[in-house]
């Protein structure tokens, strides 16, 4: 097992233009989250999977934010309609239930919105 | 919502001294966490803490639980080079909730 994988590491697009990132998990963890880290600041919970069920979502979470994990295992996280705002580095964690003993992050997709 | 406070927000040490941060909340947790971030990277989990007033050790690290269960401490001993990086805590109400992070703690230790 590799870890969490994150795919793209880097982002650059155009405001207004659709991007869509890709986490995978640790394969026995049946946790996922996503959350999202601006300069200077903590992590900041975006919302999180148990299997393939999204439990919870945070209010950052506009409804241009969709987030999908469709058999349990990799997760999608799209944002519509970019914004500058949107510009941050977008994390993923797995772990498993319970999240005893914490999360283990990914290396994350710095997304730019020019 | 719940927020966590970390001082200092930043420091800059000379190898070879020992460092002391803490992480304050308003709330009780039942866990802590301690992550560490390089740049460009995801935090790396250092340290689990589980109940009020553990100590618990990973090499030069030292975390403790507060007694208050309301705050952390995180001690490094004798840095080095590699020690650079940002410093999150994170708590957690009850298990199997979210984790909230703090804002971290910028250590930078001089040669």
């Known amino acids: 097992d590799t870890g969490v994988s994150q795919d793209p590491r880097h982002k650059i697009t155009k405001r207004g233009q659709n991007v869509t990132f890709r986490c995978d998990p640790i394969s026995e963890h049946n946790r996922l989250y996503w959350y999202r880290q601006t300069l200077g600041q903590g992590p900041e919970f975006l919302t999180y999977?148990?299997?393939?069920?999204?439990?919870?979502k945070s209010r950052l979470l506009s409804d241009r934010f969709s987030a999908e994990r469709p058999k349990g295992s990799f997760s999608t996280l799209e944002i519509q309609r970019t914004e500058q705002g949107d510009s941050a580095m977008y994390l993923c964690?797995?772990?498993?239930?319970?999240?005893?003993?914490?999360?283990?992050f990914g290396s994350g997709t710095r997304l730019t919105v020019v | 919502g719940q927020q966590l406070n970390q001082s200092p927000q930043s420091m800059f040490i000379q190898e070879g001294e020992d460092v002391s941060m803490n992480c304050t909340s308003s709330?009780?947790?039942?866990?802590w966490l301690w992550y560490k971030q390089d740049p460009g990277e995801g935090p790396v989990l250092l340290i689990a803490l589980y109940k009020a007033g553990e100590l618990t050790s990973n090499g030069r690290l030292t975390a403790q639980f507060g007694i208050t269960r309301k705050d952390s401490f995180l001690n490094i001993s004798a840095s080095i080079p590699s020690d650079v990086g940002i410093y999150f805590c994170?708590?957690?109400?009850?298990?199997?909730?979210?984790?909230?992070f703090g804002p971290g703690t910028r250590l930078s230790v001089l040669p």
């Open positions: 999977f148990q299997n393939e069920a999204q439990l919870e």
């Open positions: 709330s009780i947790f039942n866990t």
């Open positions: 994170a708590g957690q109400n009850n298990y199997g909730q979210n984790f909230v």
């Open positions: 964690a797995s772990s498993l239930q319970q999240a005893y003993y914490g999360y283990t």
